[in-house]
């Protein structure tokens, strides 16, 4: 590092940090909104910006109402499995699709892919009825499974670029000195991609989180997830934004949790970066 | 096209009747020992609920109704835009689920032609099924007729079978900030120029982004039917003609766009900056706000704005809504929030009993008296004192439901394609005011899409 | 250094005939990548049923009306294909997808690259730039139509200030389409960011420690080493961002409903309101059909144009 910071870095730092500065603005000034409205009584919703007389009262209207906590719960739960049951499955899938050379490779990676290709509105009535016919209306392990179109490509193509990038030679080392193929996964391939696999996870669960369409026709009164219901709230007798923002607030509230907790795994994969290429 | 509602101007009659009835005493009550509540005892039965203050009142008294039949209820609050589209999905798959569903006036006729809905005359006259107190002639008639349909499209509603019963009505009306208009010594219009003239005057009226009549304006059916359909039926146009023995659209009508012409001026210099994304809520808010400075919409909105928290709540009136021109009658269209029963439902008598229940005048009484249900379908509603007292504290409600009810009725031509070319409707609507389309094209090229359905349909 | 592995991991068959014990083995690694693959498969297998039924139904009359629904050949592509209001869908929709998932790759790469460094600014941000992709699309589309409300909208006490006081935002034809591009970018750059960003922390440090003793600029650095490092990565968000931008609903149907007019009604929107307003399930499906027809081409392309250039980059190495 030179001592003397000359005036062309100065002038690349504040422009950087200026547009970096714009861009949070963007991001996060509608959010910042949202926890304004949330605060807002009726009486103030719109003859008001930010000097006004917060209430907590939008959150009790929305956490008092039963169902709400049951739909957050419902969502909770079917997000969780789902995600889960991608790992499962789609890890091993990502790791053999970038790994071993097979006949019919590239085909299978695509088809995966491709159960993205279709619309939501394409497959939903059709699968509405096989769902009713199989009695999986209205059920969790229903939503798990179509959660899995959203989840499962997301997942594996992710992470297959990731296992891509590992050297085959950190594999080869570690099979030379007598470790099996799955104990080389477990223990050199899988902790390499964590930043990838961590990356990946969140992003498959608040999809799932969001996912609107197919919860709304294919749940039901055992299975309404959050985001159907926080709808709920913004209108009935008269509109109602302030009970909306705190439903939305709270219907962000794990999704959030959970990027902060993995927050650190992101950040940790700067260390293992080292090991590679 | 005839008359959908022949009936409705007995309401009026009823209304006053009831006005001066208050004093009578109860019906008699000693039938009732014989009607057997009970005889669906521990059936299942699951409702699908539109998120609506007259399903919040229902479900507030499922306690009591699961008391009196034994009758077990499951049900499914969807969020209001999203509604229809769930319950046409679960009708069409005819499993059964949901067993009763709340269903709009106009959706009854995309439904009924389905036949996903079950006809209930045989229930509502069957002495071993119905309650003798459920007095079904205390509803008022055009209410209650509007469900009527022989699924002829073009006839009139009233003639054949019952599809549903009513929960609660909505009359379009005209809201407008009284005490604004007072200090600057306005009336409310009532005509439709009148209307342009002074929404155009009272923009910025309260500041900026305030301007002067709130209506609805989305891509969707909901904007047609308040009051753009009360003043486009009062000033005499119709949807649609019978010619040649086929239902063609009639908005190519001069008399049609003509109106529509004037009405999409309205919109433009004198309605919501953001109009096309308008629905009720939006028009709600901005009154309540103090952003617009009338309002044309359902009465229960305007009743439910007027007594919230919003800062201009307590300075709204109730008016009736502008003619198209003078000696117009006066009148609008309604819209009726309906409970029916799945054709293809298990448990039939659990599901008439809750039907029977909820639409019956005990429920409707208390829901009009202790819950948000405005615009009671029933006589008997009307003529409770809580209820009374409710109501007349919005200046204008009560004066203006009188001169509008005689011609109050369903001013939309009942059939199959209802959704889809008012939609299409609303589209052009929104092409005429934002994008400058020519209103002459444009209803006749509208007219022309809606032939292209319209006259398939076998009118006898 | 390679980028990708073209090359088993397997050591080479061995020479001596095998015996059947071997046989055996053997046979189990070829197919253990199809065992692996296995439980994925199966799981998601279950889709194509209801795809292969909706191309079934697309031949027939079937709608939500209740009537027998009767085989009517490819009237209802004809119909489709031969309809202004498709093509003019079909416009919207590669529109919308352009600029969205092009402002979201351009915006994307750059944040992260901001955010990659260690200063306060970044590190602070990097906890929370992902909150947008959190709120669901219908309500964070809700959140917009709020504030861009003109007459009670937050936004416009700065747009007065710069003369745009009137400005009407997605109630106005001209930018209704702007408006709906910049709430998916709003929503969606994010996906684009964590991507890169994990990408970028998974590089390998040696090339850029040689790099730094070689004295490359900057922007050498960024485009003879991340750039390429990052591309499978970069690669993936394009190809996601781009599928679902051309499927986009959720915002959209929130927030103009394909208005005003037909400004903002794409292929999703058109086919749901077939579906839900007219009934006409089977003649929805033309136009999705098309539309997946559409993103299969583009991402086989796409694919087959990655693969090539990984092809070449590992020859190199």
Sequence with gaps: MTQSISLARLLGYVSKNVLLAIYVLFALFPLIWMVVLSLKPDSEMFNTTFIFHPTFENFRVVLTRADFLGALQNNLIICVCAVLLSMVVGVPAAYALARFQFKGREDIA??????????????????????????????YLGLVWVYQLISLPLLIWILRGFFEDISPDIEAAAQLDGYTWWQVFFKISLPLVRPGLVAASLLCFIFCWNSFTFTLLLGGSHTQTSTVAMNKFLASDTVHFGWAAAAALISALPEVILAL??????????????VKG | MKKCSPGL?????????????TALAAPARAQQKSFDWKQASGKKITIAFNQHPYADAIIQRLPQFKELTGIDVQYEITPEEQYFDKVTTNLSSASGNPDVFMTGIYQLWDYASAKRMEPLDKYLNDPAMTNPDYNSGDIFKGVFEGAKWDLKPSSAAGSGSLYALPLGFEMNVLVYNKKYFDAHGLKPPTTLSETVELAKKLKGWNGPGSYGIAVRGSRNWATIHPGYMSVFSNAGAKDF??????????LNDPLAISVTKQFAEMIKDGGPPGWSNYTWYQCGADTGAGKAAMMMDADSLAYFTATGDAPEAKNLAVAPLPAFKEGDKQGAN???????????SKSKEAAWLFIQYFTGPEHVKWAAANAKLIDPPRQSAWEDATFKQKVAGVPGFVETFQKQIPNTSVKFTPQPYFIKSTTDWAATLQKIVLSGEDPNTAMKDLAKRIDRDTTKLKLD | MSVAVTQPVRPPAPVAPLSDAGRRYARRKALRPYLILAPALLISIGILIPFVRAIIDSFTSLDLRGTAPAWIGFDNFVDTFTDDRFWHSVTITAWYALFATGTEMLLGIVIALLLNEENWVSKAFRTVFIFPLMIAPVIGALIWKLMTNPSVGILRYPLGWIGLGEFRWSADPQWALFTV????????????????????????????????????????????LTLPMLKPVLFIALVFRLMTSLQEFGIIYAMTEGGPGDRTLNLAIGAYNKVFQDYDLAGSIPQLL?????????????????????????GVA
């Design chain 3, 181 to 224: 591009v910049l709430i998916d970018v709003w929503i969606y750059t994010p996906f684009v960011i964590i991507l890169v960003l994990a990408g970028l922390r998974s590089l390998p440090k040696s090339p850029y420690e040689a790099a730094l003793i070689d004295g490359g600029s900057a922007s050498f650095v960024f485009w003879n």
């Design chain 2, 241 to 250: 003609k019978v010619e040649g023995g086929k239902l063609m659209s009639a």
């Design chain 3, 290 to 314: 098309f539309l997946w027809a559409c993103i299969y081409a583009i991402c086989f392309f796409l694919i087959g144009l990655w693969r090539k250039a990984q092809k070449a980059s590992s």
């Design chain 1, 261 to 274: 907790l993995i927050q650190k795994h992101l950040v940790r994969g700067l260390s293992f970066g080292a």
């Design chain 2, 9 to 21: 101007h007995r309401v009026a009659v009823a209304f006053s009747a009831a006005i001066l009835a």
């Design chain 1, 110 to 139: 695509f088809t995966f892919l491709s159960f993205r290709f279709a619309p939501e509105i394409l497959v939903i009535i059709p699968l509405f009825l096989i769902y009713q016919k199989l009695g999986l209306l209205d059920s």
């Design chain 2, 334 to 344: 309604e819209w009726v929030w309906e409970i029916a029963m799945n054709s293809s």
